[in-house]
């Protein structure tokens, strides 16, 4: 099979101490680097990268046995050098394959075919496209749905700039990115469901959801992100933006796996029938009143539930930012719970829209580069 190959020196930057980092980040993330005499080797999801200091510039060359493949390991790359070296977009030029695709290669053109209703709260749309056989994965759930401005009757798609970055049209014709869970796919006949949360304050996604009709189509992309790893013992819990994903994780559990599932949702019409282990309790916790990421209860839930004590355990939480923060310092401090038995990601933030999210001053780990989603 023919290999695919891509690479880019990066000059007039601290070669040695921006390899460094990019190392112990990648090294946080389980990918380990093997030195061979000069180089750095690592194996990234289906591509090799090889990295060298020499002086003030960084050599770095990917090869993969597929263009996607070749893809997602020169954006690793691209991200990880863009934000240890401090540098723009423009300085990491790329030379080999690869370089001259029009679009994304994990773009995908959606149409909407089927929309239906989950609770008051909560509205199911079924997607249609091709070429879905990459996001029908159990690992990797998430993805990126991507807005047209509305009222916009010829959007224009993301592009491949030549450093391989996607570029996205300003202005007018701009367009939102989200992220969503998707529910179910069927990438045989090319469906997948995404339930959208109607929640107040709506901003490009929910407002999309909450008028969608059959035909409307918008940009899909991804996946991106960890999910839960299964384990003997699980507590999932979360809000209704993270039903979509508990669910999604509950249907795919041996009948064997133990735990408790935590959700809290605005009124008992949001509640919905999981379909769960039978060795899994169901809690669910109601807002009514209350606006949501306001209340500390799902915290205190989670708090109250005995973590199983050593052994197979995994504990998934998916809630608004200040809930995460919380339950994540528990977990890590007062229960002891190392990185690989819990996964605790902000899915959104009172008051601030996702971008904004992303690139607020109390950055997560969740959102750091070993994790982003291809766009
Ligand atoms: C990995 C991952 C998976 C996700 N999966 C899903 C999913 O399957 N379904 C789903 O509905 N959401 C999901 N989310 C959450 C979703 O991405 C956010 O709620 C996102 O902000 C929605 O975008 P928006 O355009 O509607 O609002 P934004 O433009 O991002 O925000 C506008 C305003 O709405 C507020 N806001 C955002 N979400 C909520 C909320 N739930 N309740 C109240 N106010 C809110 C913001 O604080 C902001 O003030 C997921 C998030 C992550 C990180």
Redesign the pocket.
């Known amino acids: 099979m023919t290999d695919f190959q891509t690479s880019t020196t990066v000059r007039h930057i601290d070669a040695e101490k921006v390899l460094a980092q990019v190392l112990e980040h990648l090294r946080e993330h389980d990918l380990v680097a093997s030195r061979r005499d000069n180089a750095w080797l690592v194996d990234y999801a289906e591509s090799k990268i090889i990295f060298s200091a020499q002086a003030d510039a960084l050599y770095a060359q990917v090869t993969a046995s597929s263009q996607m493949a070749l893809y997602e390991g020169r954006m690793m790359v691209f991200y990880h050098i863009q934000e240890f070296a401090q540098c723009e977009p423009q300085d990491i030029q790329w030379q080999g394959d690869g370089v001259i695709l029009e679009r994304p290669p994990a773009f995908r053109l959606v149409t909407a075919q089927a929309v239906s209703e989950v609770g008051p709260h909560m509205r199911r749309i079924r997607f249609g496209g091709s070429d879905l056989a990459r996001y029908d994965r159990q690992d990797n759930i998430?993805c990126k749905l991507i807005f047209p401005q509305p009222g916009i009757e010829d959007p224009e798609w993301p592009t491949l700039g030549a450093n391989g970055v996607p570029q996205f049209p300003k202005g007018d014709k701009r367009l939102?990115v989200?992220?969503?869970?998707i529910?179910r796919i069927n990438a045989a006949q090319g469906w997948f469901d995404?339930?959208?949360?109607l929640?107040?304050?709506?901003?490009?996604?929910?407002?999309w959801a909450a008028q969608a009709v059959c035909g409307q189509q918008i940009g899909f992309s991804g996946v991106g992100?960890r999910t839960a790893t299964q384990a003997a013992w699980m507590l999932l819990a979360g809000?209704?933006?993270?039903l979509?994903?508990i669910a999604r994780i509950g249907e795919s559990l041996p009948a064997s796996t133990h735990g408790v599932v935590i959700v809290e949702v605005q009124t008992p019409a949001d509640q919905i029938r999981l379909t769960m282990p039978q060795g899994m309790t169901v809690q669910w916790l109601y807002r009514e009143n209350a606006q949501?990421?306001t209340t500390t209860q799902l915290t205190d839930a989670i708090q109250a539930c005995p973590i199983a004590t050593g052994g197979d355990r995994f504990v998934w939480v998916?809630a608004e930012f200040s809930t995460a923060q919380a339950v994540r310092g528990w977990l890590r401090h007062t229960v002891g719970l190392g990185s690989k038995e819990q996964l605790v990601?902000?899915?959104?933030?009172?008051?601030?829209?996702?971008t904004q999210m992303k690139s607020a001053p109390a950055r997560q780990a969740d959102n750091s580069p070993a994790q982003k989603a291809p766009s």
């Not at 995404?194 to 949360?197: A, L, P, S, T």
């Not at 809000?239 to 993270?242: I, Q, S």
């Not at 990601?345 to 996702?354: N, P, Q, S």
Request: no cysteine; charged share 30%.
């Open positions: 998430h939102d989200r992220t969503y869970t529910r995404v339930d959208f949360v929640h107040e304050d709506a901003g490009p996604g929910s407002r992100g809000d209704e933006t993270a979509p994903a949501a990421g998916g990601v902000a899915y959104w933030r009172r008051g601030l829209d996702e």
